[in-house]
Every structure is written in C-alpha cells, then in structure tokens.
C-alpha cells in the first residue's frame, strides 16, 4: 500500500489483531448499484495488490476551484488525483484473479464511483476468503440519489461488507485536498481507534459519510440511503 494508512471497524472490534467483521450485503445497500459497472483491473485471470490505474471520469470534478477529469484507482481502497485523495478504506488489500473479487467504476453524466470488493492481506494466506466491500462516489453534477439532492463537488463513501482480518492498527479514512489537509470524519484523526469506533456506530447499508466543501474545508455529515436505486450505467469514459 505505501501511501496513507487505513482501514475500518465494524460491530465486532478485537484489537490485536483487529477483525472487522459485518454480515455480506446485497450491492443495494451501497450509495450506487455496481452490477452495471465496468472492471477496472484485467484481466481477471491474474491478482492485483497495490497496483493503480489512471480512469477518465467522463466529465469534470471541482476539488475546491480545481477541476479534474481523471483519477488513479488503487486496489489498496483509495482514489487519488494530484495532492487529492479519497481514502475510503486505504488498507493492505489484494484483488483475487478468477474469483468473485473486483474493482468496478459506474460512469454517469452526474457521477462517477469507484466500488471495491477485495480481500484483506493477510501474512497466513495470500488470499484469504474474506471479502469487504465499500464505495466512493464523486458528484459532478447535482444529482438527487436514494432520496438525498447531493451537490456538484460532494463526496461520498458508502460500506456495504467489512470483514477482513488486520494485523495492524494503522488505518486511515479521510479526504486530502488539493492542499495535502487532511479530512477525518467527524473531528477523528481518520486513524484507529477514533476511526474504527466511528465505523462501529455506523449503520452500515444505510447510512453513509457525506464530505462537502464549504469554503476552504469540508464538512462531514451523514445521509440516510432510502430507496434503492436502479443500477447505475457502466459505460467507460472515453
């Protein structure tokens, strides 16, 4: 992984080694329907850990003033573009060939969303049989999404499974702006335990953590996920 440390915690916390552990989920419980995504990583024959793709995001995203039209996709749960980065679940994870392992992106005129479903390293089993998924969606456009009107320049990420094993504590959730500040949901410093304890709280499936410039920062909310929403259109960018 070697960037920024991360990782979340569910109902069941141990603390060395940390098991994050939530009952599997059916992909409506994310922000955005994945099943019409397309795979970023192929071919799937093969296995992938720490690597990173650049991804056309089929539009333009503002990053306080700064717009950009791509981001590099790394398997270990984050996006990054410049000094911005998205951590949603930045862990020492591995993307599986030939099982039901995948890294898929929805591309749509108002967003663009990044859905992870991989597996935790472990040093026991290079591919241990546990799966975690979780999700980042950026808002181009303003776009109301399961009954919620999200702004153009709104982040979100949205967890549908954790369950993995951790052989560490060091983890980090957060957004970096263009500016390298950091941004830890809910006052956290985005790192265990402040972070894991947040996550344990969360509802996941129905909740999910809302980032949105104001000013020269981001504030941090949570937004309920109602409805579910039709699967999403998968469409590469050119």
């Known amino acids: 992984m070697n960037r920024f440390i991360c ?12 098991l994050l552990f939530l009952p599997a989920k059916s992909h409506a419980d994310l922000l955005i329907d994945p099943a019409n995504g397309t795979d970023i990583f192929t071919p799937k024959t093969r296995s992938f850990d720490d690597d990173s793709l650049v991804r056309k995001i089929g539009g333009t995203f503002d ?26 679940l930045d862990d020492d994870l591995i993307l599986k060939g030939g099982g039901p392992d995948y890294i898929r992106e929805n591309v749509t005129p ?3 969303t990044v859905t992870w479903n991989v597996r935790g390293y472990a ?35 949205s967890y549908g499974r954790l369950y993995h094993n ?6 980090d959730v957060s957004v970096y702006d263009q500016q390298g ?13 402040t972070t ?8 996941f499936g129905r909740q999910a953590i809302l980032f949105r410039r104001e000013g020269d920062t ?11 929403s039709p699967p999403a259109a998968g469409k590469p960018a050119p």
């Open 123 to 157: 040093k026991a089993a290079a591919f241990p049989p546990s799966l975690s998924q979780f999700q980042v969606t950026l808002f181009k456009k303003n776009a109301t999404v399961r009954g919620t009107a999200y702004q153009s320049g709104d982040i979100v990420f």
């Open 63 to 88: 990053v306080g003033g700064v717009p950009i039209t791509e981001v590099a996709v790394n398997v270990d749960g984050h996006l990054q573009s410049g000094k911005f980065v998205a951590d949603v």
């Open 196 to 203: 894991a304890q947040f996550l344990s709280n969360l509802s």
């Open 7 to 18: 990782q979340v915690a569910p109902p069941f916390l141990l603390i060395a080694p940390v």
């Open 181 to 193: 500040r950091k941004i830890a949901p809910f006052g956290g410093d985005g790192s265990f335990p």
């Open 218 to 228: 981001y504030t941090q909310s949570l937004v309920t996920l109602n409805a579910a």
């Open 166 to 171: 951790v052989d560490t504590q060091t983890f």
């Open 110 to 112: 108002d967003y663009y």
